[in-house]
């Protein structure tokens, strides 16, 4: 598989191997403020894309499961 993430020795700086695309990185979330954050954000794409016009009717969305208990789709576990 590493084969596969292999960058020729010209492109990397930080290492042989990428995962994200260049213009993506990781990011760990260490606080509550910033995890609703990117909560929020996730449950916003797909209206600032004009998919929908609000969070809850896209459908695989974890919006249904976060703010309106609806597990029929989606069950996941709450985080404390």
Known sequence: MLDR???PPT?????PYRVWQRRFYD???WSEKKRL???????GNPVKRGLVTSPDQWRW???????LEDTSLIAMDRLP
């Open 5 to 7: 993430l292999t960058l």
């Open 11 to 15: 492109v990397h700086h930080h290492g």
């Open 27 to 29: 990011l760990n979330v």
């Open 37 to 43: 954050e990117k909560l929020n954000y996730m449950h």
């Open 61 to 67: 969305s974890s919006f249904r499961f976060y703010y």
